[in-house]
């Protein structure tokens, strides 16, 4: 959309092709279907945000990014909110806003939008774009294609690797798909507590080399694994040390502001408050209820054990789990289930000044077709958006050149 908008301000007529019924399924679906549609953190450290290929961007960013993004949606009325960690939202809290905005927009700047309207294959000839043909048989002549279909994740809103499928049969090289920000599978006969979101707690993920550990903040337990915004930024990595078929382990220090000792006095001072209470029964001064019982299978001790039958021993073993609680990492979920793709074209085949191909005249990429990805917090959205925008206005140029000429 924003890649047909920037382009309809400088060449007639822009084409847009859909093949869902409407635009922007999967923009409904991003911050948790608030929209966090960009960050306003430096163009330095907005760069280090991604995990590879960050500064393939720095030319789309130069010329359409935060700042510029956030003026184009208030010119047209949409009121812009910064929350913690500098990520913008629409005020109004819903997706539906940036997106009734930008169909607003295409159809102000007489965009012909065609849905339900799917692409066979793209027609070259000589290395330069002649036309597009469709799976119903129609075929349009272009001088110039933007390719903005996105990966692989969330199909049933049209990301269904087309895209990718086009550059690979024009002689892309493809980076594989893999998935980004993406919840973890762990093996475990231990029934976890599904839906049970831990705060102020500390991840390290660890392989039989590599080892990092993670800020204090959020995970949660889903049904076969774990998740939470801790899990997310670190999953793409996590991900390539499995693909490399390395036993990867999680870590979870459930009390990461209290040293080892600092933590065993504390569990020391709540059995000798209550030296007849059931040392089960203690550990709800520690830790979420829906927890208690995996410890207490973890650790093997009896459940109707007082606190003042608990060794000295036991008591290490206890504080011992709070601080190094193991979970075996098996997989991450599906690629299709992952909120980003990591992979796609490769930024070799792509000149990073125009969007345009290195190889196809006439054909430009942009968004999560091309190979970049970030963390959470906008980062992604701004690459869709900017590089959107470089490319519709790179291509509407060399349309307008190729029309005088």
Request: net charge positive.
């Amino acid at each position: 959309m924003m890649a047909a908008i920037c382009a309809a301000q400088f060449y007639h007529p822009v084409i847009l092709l859909e093949k869902n019924s409407s635009c922007g399924c999967k923009l409904l679906l991003t911050g948790k279907g608030r929209c966090n549609l960009t960050n306003l953190c430096s163009l330095e450290e907005f760069l280090s945000r991604f995990f590879s290929n960050g500064q393939f961007l720095r030319d789309a960013f130069k010329e359409f990014f935060n700042t510029d993004l956030m003026e184009f949606f208030r010119e047209r009325g949409v009121e812009l909110v910064v929350e913690r960690q500098q990520r913008v939202f629409p005020a109004s809290g819903k997706a539906k806003t940036i997106l009734e905005t930008l169909q607003r927009e295409l159809r102000g700047r007489n965009v012909q939008v065609i849905c339900n309207c799917s692409v066979k294959d793209i027609v070259t000839e000589e290395n330069h774009i002649r036309a597009v043909k469709l799976k119903d048989g129609r075929r349009l002549s272009a001088c110039c294609v933007v390719i903005a279909t996105g990966g692989v994740s969330y199909p049933d809103t049209g990301s269904t690797g087309d895209g990718i499928r086009w550059a690979r049969q024009t002689g892309h090289s493809i980076v594989p798909l893999r998935p980004g920000l993406v919840g973890l599978w762990v093996g475990t006969d231990e029934v976890l507590p599904e839906g049970l979101t831990l705060k102020n707690i500390r991840l390290t993920f660890f392989n039989q080399n590599k080892k990092i550990i993670t800020d204090i903040g959020e995970m949660l337990f889903t049904a076969q694994g774990i998740s939470g915004p801790l899990v997310l930024t670190y999953s793409g990595l996590i991900a390539d040390w499995l693909l490399e078929k390395k036993e990867v382990w999680v870590s979870i220090d459930f009390k990461p502001a209290l040293s080892f000792e600092q933590l065993h006095n504390r569990l020391l001072r709540e059995f000798q408050n209550a030296p007849a209470k059931r040392w089960k029964n203690i550990l709800k001064e520690l830790l979420p209820i829906s927890m208690i019982d995996v410890f207490v299978k973890r650790l093997g001790f009896s459940p109707n054990t007082t606190a003042n039958q608990i060794t000295a021993r036991q008591r290490q073993q206890i504080v011992q789990l709070l601080k190094d609680f193991r979970l075996r990492i098996c997989s991450t979920a599906l690629l299709k289930e992952a909120m980003i793709t990591r992979g796609g074209v490769s930024v070799k085949d792509i000149d990073p000044r125009t969007m345009q191909s290195r190889l196809i005249q006439g054909l430009y990429f942009c968004g999560e077709v091309i190979d970049v990805d970030a963390d959470t917090g906008g980062f992604n959205l701004q690459a869709a958006f900017s590089t959107g925008w470089l490319a519709g206005k790179s291509a509407a140029l060399l349309a307008k050149t190729k029309t005088l000429s």
